[in-house]
């Protein structure tokens, strides 16, 4: 049985941190880098989506992980109405934010699917099995090695 070793390998993490990576872009010149205090909520925003994929996945059991998901998806939606926000600041356009938007897109159908698959039978059954698997590599990894005599 195979899976996931890290959350970097989970698809909806990779396109969550391409959308993070586009609006650390969109923030970085004027005018949007002038309004300190809505870069930093959309920074926010925006970075807790990877990083609550991230923690979910180390978690024990996939209906935890799923908690984690509804985080992510919190982040996500504040990061839209934020983009949004942004476009009534005069920060970016509409079309500026087009792949921004595809991203939320793909996102949000990501996450829905992972989500209820984590709180499916299956999915209980096979994080389970994955998350012993992972304790036994990390056991592995840290055992420390016998003296030599």
């Known amino acids: ?7 970097k390998e989970l698809i909806v993490w990779q396109v969550a941190d391409e959308l993070r990576m586009k609006v650390y872009q969109l923030t ?5 880098s002038r309004d300190f205090k809505f870069c930093d909520q959309l920074r926010d925003a925006v970075g807790g989506i990877p990083s609550n994929i991230a923690e979910g996945f180390r978690r024990k059991s996939s209906i935890d992980c799923a ?3 509804t985080y992510a998806f919190t982040g996500m939606d504040e990061t839209e109405e934020r983009l949004a926000d942004g476009v009534k600041r005069g920060h970016w356009t509409k079309e500026e934010l087009a792949v921004t938007n595809r991203l939320l897109r ?3 159908k990501g996450l829905t699917n992972f989500q209820a698959y984590l709180l499916s039978e ?17 056991a592995r990894r840290i055992r420390p090695n016998p003296p030599n005599l």
């Open 28 to 32: 970085a010149g004027p005018p949007a």
């Open 1 to 7: 049985m195979t899976g996931a070793k890290n959350h």
């Open 106 to 108: 793909r996102l949000t």
């Open 67 to 69: 908690r984690f998901i």
């Open 122 to 138: 299956e999915g209980i059954e096979r994080w389970r099995v994955l998350y012993e698997i992972r304790l036994h590599r990390r």
